[in-house]
Nanobody, 123 residues
């Protein structure tokens, strides 16, 4: 089982990026997914979170600019980031709670982290 985050890069202020998080393996379903970020010298912080039913929450600093979504059919989650600011520069990580299926048994995977993807916003 793996979480793979992708889509980071270098963008000018005001630009957009879409991050993707792929959950691979014998996935039965994703219960929730969160995007976190960590800037140099700062603690990791929650950016956005979504439940499988569609309920979302966002950090105040990204409300109105970022949108989190989940595609359970594809075992993927996304973070659409618009109107990016230099202070959004950080390594972004996805985190998920999901269920795997193997040999007739379901397993719940909690607090599973993917590797980070760097987002750099230039002024």
């Amino acid at each position: 089982v793996q979480l793979q985050a992708s889509g980071g890069g270098l963008v000018q202020a005001g630009g957009s990026l879409r991050l993707s998080c792929t959950v691979s393996g014998s996935i039965f379903g994703i219960n929730s997914m969160g995007w976190y970020r960590q800037a140099p010298g700062k603690d990791r912080e929650l950016v956005a979170h979504i439940l499988s039913g569609g309920s979302t929450k966002y950090a105040d600093s990204v409300k109105g600019r970022f949108t989190i979504s989940l595609d359970n059919a594809k075992n993927m989650g996304y973070l659409q980031m618009n109107n990016l600011k230099p202070e959004d520069t950080a390594v972004y990580y996805c985190n998920s709670d999901f269920v795997t299926y193997s040999r007739g048994t379901y397993y719940r995977q909690r607090d599973f982290w993917g590797q980070g993807t760097q987002v750099t916003v230039s002024s």
